[in-house]
C-alpha cells in the first residue's frame, strides 16, 4: 500500500458494511446497484480499470440527471449520487502508485464533485482533496513575485472615505440613508494582508491545481460571452500572465464564485465585515464570492438585491455607482435574465441611444488594497479592474 | 428479422457474456462497453420464451439498464432482458411496448397496463381501459399515443391532448416531448433550456407550440434524444436541433474538440515526460482557421449526411442519434464512449459515419431503435425493402 493510499483510505469507512449507500426512491434501483458495484469493488481485490469503468458510469448517469430540469430543480439526490461517483472514480485514480497527472486529476475529480454534487460523508472530498493538494505541494516549488501599488487618484465625484466608523454612525450615516462608502483601515487586520499576504504565486500554491469556473469574455452582456472550467494555474497561465499583447486573447475572470467554500484554507484569510451584525439575516446567509483577474476585467453597471461590502486584497479596481433613483436614466435590459443590468456601457456610451445617461449623477473611486466598498442595496455599479486584481464581497442583508 | 446491438452493456441487456463474472462483481470493459455490432438472440435454444419466436422480433425498446422486445406472430410475447435478469412478461395479445428506466407499458386492443419494473408485483401499478378507435382507416396510434392523448413516463401517467393537434405520432425525452400531426406538422413543448424545443430561445413551454421553421414542410417522423430532435421530411431529409454538447446534432461541437485535445495532450504528456506541454494555448495543426462551432441549436437545421441520401428512419439516444438510409447504409453520430455509435470504438464525433459494419457483412439495416447509451439495428433482405 503507497504511502498516500494509506492516508485516503483512512478517511474512508473501513469495509464495505459501514460504507453508507441510502438513497430515496427517485434513484432507480439499477443505478443503486451500480454504486453497490463500486463500493464492493473498493474492498475487494477489483483491478483499476474495473473499478474506473464503474465509477464513470456513476459520473455519466448522474451528470446526465445534472443537466436535467433546472439546476434549481435537481434532485439533491442525484448530486449526491455525483459526489459518490467522484468518490468511487478518486479512489480507483489514487490508489495504485499514482502518476503527478493522475494526482491531478484526482484533484480536479473532487472538485468537479465539489462544484456540482452535495456533500456526503461528512464532506469527505474536502478532506480528499486536500490530502491530494498536499502530495502535490511536496512535489512543486514556489516563487515570489513582488507587486507593486498604484498610486490613487483623486476624482471630482469621489466616493467618501472613512477610517473605522462605529457601528452605530455606520448604520445612522451611511447604512439607513443607503449611501455609498469606503471604509478605510477595516480589513488592515485579515491574515490576507499579513501572516499570508495574497499573490499570485500564493494563490498558486494554496489552489493551483484545483478547478474554478471561469468566464471568458469582455463583460457578460456580449454575445461572444461564455464560461468554462479550468484549474486556478491554467487561469493564471493563460489569462493573467503570459497574455497576448496585441489583445487577440479574451479575458478570463473568476467572478462570483463561492471560493472559500471550495477552499477552506483561503477563508481562513479572510474575515466577515463586523458590519454585517447590522442586517437582519444569519451569518450563514451572508454569500462570499471571489473575484480575481487580470487588468480589464468589467463587470457591466448593474444592481443586487442585497447589500454589499467589496473588499479589495490585491490591486486595484475602478468603480462607479449610480443611485437606484436615476434608474430611468440607466436603461435597464427588459429581458428577465438581465432585468438587473444596465445597456449603457459606462465608459463608453452610445449618447444617441442612451441620451438620458450622461445626465445621470454619479460617486466613482479607484478601490485599492484594504479598502471595503459598502455598495447599499440596489445601488447601481461598474467595475473595472485597473491591473491584476483579487476582491472579496460579501452580500448580506 | 435479425437484429443487433452495441453501445452499454453492463446490464446484460444486449448480451451476456460470462454469468460467472457478472456475481463476483467483475466489470471488464468489452463487457460493458460493446463496440462491435453484435447479433441478438443468436442462440435459439436458450432463447427466453422457450420458442423460435425470439427470432421474429418485431419491435424493440431499451432504457438505461434494459432491452424489451415484442415478436407478434399469432401469440405475441413480450420478453425482457437487462437488470433484474431475463424474464417473460404475461402479455397475449400485446401490440406494442414502451419501455422507461421505472415502467413496462404494454398496449392491448382494449387496454393500457403499466408495470413498475422495481416491484415484482403481480398487477400493473396502472391501466386504463381504451375503446378500439372507430375510423379504422387509419393506421392504429403507437405508443405513447393512446386514444385522446398520451401515456408519460411518469404519474400521472395519461396526459390529453387537444384534438386540435391532430396527433399522429409522439416522442418523449426526459423533459420534452415532441408531437407530429395528421397534417406533418410538428409541435414540441416542455422543458427548452438547451434549444431542444426549436423555437428559436431557451424558453420552456407548457403546452404544444408549433415549430414555425417547419411550416409548410410536412414531415413524416419525430423523435427524441435526451436534450435534442429529430425529424425526417416527406422529401427523406433530416432536421435535427437541441444540445450539440456531444456532436449528436452532427454539426461542429467545440466541447467534443476541446475534449479530444485534452485527452491527446494528457496521453502525450504521458508518453514523453521530458516534453513540456502548452496547457490548451496554441492550436493544434490544421486548425488554425477560426471555426464556427456551435453548442445550441434551437432552430431546427438540415442535416446532409453525405453522400447526400434519403433518409429512412432515425433515433436517438441521449446524446447520440443513428439514421437509416434508403440505400440500407446505417449512419451514427453524438457521444460514443460506450461503443453506442458502432464504429468499433469508443470515440464520439460530431460528423455522421456510416457504420462499416454492416457494409462489411453485406448487410441491409431496415431500422433502428436506440436505448439511452445504446444503439440496436433491425437488418433485412435487400428485396424486402420499402419503397
Redesign the interface.
Known sequence: MTALWSKLSAVLPPNEEEFPLQFSDKV???VV??LQ?SR??LY?D?TS??RT??AQ?IL??SW?KL????WRDVDKEWRCVYSYGCLFKVAALCREHP?A?EILQGIRTCDMGLLMGAAIMDNVLQVLVQILQEEVRKSTKEEKINKKRKINKLTKYAVPRIKCPSLESFKSDYLLPLRPVILEATADHWPAFNEHPWSVEYLRSVAGCRTVPVEVGSRYTDEEWSQTLLTV??FI??YVLNRVSDGAKAVGYLAQHQLFDQIPELKEDIRIPDYCCLGDGDEDDITVNAWFGPGGTVSPLHQDPQQNFLVQVVGSKYIRLYSPEDTDKLYPHQSSLLHNTSQVEVENPDTERFPEFARAPYLECVLQPGDVLFIPVQHWHYIRSLELSFSVSFWWS | MRWFGFGFN??GQICVHNELSKDE?????SD?KIMNPTELHRNVDKSVCGRNKCLKTSQIRAS???RVWLHVDGDSCVCLA???GTSVVDSSGCTDTVLS??HLTLAFSDRIESWDL?KKEKTPAWSMEIQPPTDTSGPPLSLPLVPGGYIATKPPFYRSLSPHLKAKSLALG??HAILLSATGAVYTWG?G?HGQLGHGGLTSEEEPRAVEALWGMPMKHVVTG??HCACISDGADLYIWGWNESGQLGLPSQSLRKGHKEESS?QA??DCQSASIN???KPLEGEKDKEVFISIQAFPALLDISPSCEIRTVSCG??HTAAVTATGDLYTWGWG?YGQLGHKNLISTDEPQCVDFFKEQKLYVVDVVCG??NTFTAVGEEEVKLS
Open positions: 432507480e434501483s439499477s446497484s451500480v458495484q464492493r469493488q475487494s477489483a480499470t474495473d469503468l464503474t458510469i455519466d448517469l446526465e443537466n436535467t430540469g433546472t502518476s497527472d494555474n491554467e497561465d493563460q | 453492463a446490464f462483481g467483475r466489470d471488464t470493459v460493458v438505461w439498464s434494459r437487462g437488470f433484474g428506466e421505472t422495481q426526459a423533459e422543458l433550456s435526451g436534450w494528457q504528456a504521458a496547457p490548451g494555448g441521449s446524446r464512449e439511452p447509451w
